[in-house]
């Protein structure tokens, strides 16, 4: 693949290809390329729980509190808005650590933010929460370029796994967060900060990567910290772009209120839980299958198309019968949402010719797009204290699913983002 594309046109894919401009040493394949694997399903995992876990809290924390759906609603777009304002320091705090360190220090971001929510203070949370968004935001970043350097050939495979754990530590978070907090008896906060100790076990488990740093030679060093110029006029980069920020609207809308919306529809706070749960479950499937049956069974288009119609049904069943079709709504939900997730990680590296190219388009993608879903749990929010029901809420995340379409068949395109 080319080192360098014209930058006034999205370039089709060619086959050669070049020598990759890092490399990793010692590890190289065997065991310690499992490990590796092993420690990238561990950091995954850990970048949904401790927002998720807010969700099927949030009525027992308005009610203690005092704040209103909105303003908590702001618990889970202000991770967001972390992810998308973040996502541009990432790449350099990568080149500046290295990534394995870069890593390792994601965790431990995430386990001071739950700890500083344990203090008795509305801003202590709003705080702790801003600290654990910007661990996951570099996370979100790094991740993808780590899976394009060490397993160029297995892409598929580990994008599939890895957004795979994503829906898996949601589907913890969303499903053993109440019943936790009832069989232990903790308080809210305490229940929050139990999710910590995950971020623990993945620091310990992705210790050893630290000891070998990525090792890259000078002339790839200095090519690598170039900016991409030319990417933010790439057509195809901004429908990746708005593909991951569409996407990730209607899933964190949708995780931040279901729990409520259940709750109003009749459910118990730990059934409406456990549907969040359920949904994340499904999602586990479908973010796995996607990637790996892309360009072989199915164009990546038509997938983008099956997770949105997916998706839409799920709604409209909600909007008819929250309560009576709770189950086959959830799994429609979860699979829908679980094959977009995947395509808009699974984008950013197959759109990508280098891993400069994937740092930076990850950035790129996660900056804009991240920035835009986060304005999904306030938008529902606010459309719900002004209606009073949800069924204003969940019309709005049915038509944002028709551009959704649009944008996936446009990323899904078999070429490389213009930029050089």
Request: hydrophobic residues 55%; glycine residues 10%.
């Amino acid at each position: 693949m080319p080192d360098e594309i014209s930058a006034t046109a999205d370039a089709p894919v060619t086959t050669g290809a070049t020598a990759p401009a890092t490399a990793r040493a010692p590890l190289a394949a065997g065991r310690g390329l499992l490990f590796l694997g092993f420690g990238v399903v561990l950091l995954a995992v850990n970048l949904r729980p401790a927002l998720v876990a807010v969700s099927p809290l949030a009525d027992t924390i308005r009610t203690d509190s005092g704040m209103s759906a909105t303003a908590t609603s702001l618990l889970t777009a202000l991770p967001l808005l972390c992810f998308g304002l973040l996502a541009p320091l990432a790449p350099r705090i990568g080149r500046r650590l290295g990534v394995e360190r870069a890593l390792l220090m994601t965790m431990a971001l995430v386990c001071a933010g739950t700890a500083l929510r344990l203090l008795d203070s509305v801003l202590a949370l709003f705080a702790g929460t801003v600290v654990i968004g910007a661990g996951i935001a570099v996370a979100n970043v790094l991740l993808p370029g780590l899976i394009k350097r060490d397993f160029p050939s297995r892409a598929g495979l580990m994008t599939g796994l890895y957004s795979m754990s994503l829906f898996a530590g949601a589907a913890l978070a969303a499903g053993v967060t109440v019943p936790v907090q009832h069989t232990a008896g903790l308080s809210w906060r305490s229940t929050l900060a139990c999710w910590g100790a995950l971020a623990v076990v993945a620091a310990v488990v992705w210790l050893p990567q630290t000891r070998s740093r990525t090792t890259v030679s000078a002339a790839a060093a200095q090519q690598a910290g170039r900016p991409v110029r030319g990417l933010w006029r790439s057509p195809l980069a901004w429908q990746v772009t708005a593909f991951m920020g569409l996407q990730s609207l209607n899933y964190y809308a949708a995780a931040a209120w279901l729990p409520s919306l259940l709750k109003d529809a009749g459910l118990s706070e730990g059934d409406a839980g456990w549907m969040l749960s359920f949904s994340s479950l499904l999602g586990i499937l479908g973010s796995f299958v996607a990637p790996v049956i892309v360009g072989r069974r199915l164009p990546a288009g038509v997938l983008a198309a099956i997770g949105a119609l997916a998706c839409a049904l799920g709604f409209a069943g909600l909007l008819t019968a929250p309560a009576g079709g709770a189950y086959l709504w959830m799994v429609l939900l979860g699979l829908g949402q679980g094959v977009s997730i995947s395509l808009a990680l699974l984008f950013i590296v197959q759109r990508s010719p280098d891993i400069r190219h994937t740092a930076q388009l990850s950035s790129m993608a996660q900056c804009f797009g991240y920035v835009l879903a986060a304005g999904g749990p306030a938008l529902l929010g606010a459309l719900h204290d002004a209606s009073g029901n949800w069924t204003l809420p969940l019309t709005v995340l049915l038509l944002l699913l028709l551009p959704q379409v649009a944008v996936g068949f446009g990323a899904s395109r078999d070429r490389h983002v213009a930029g050089s």
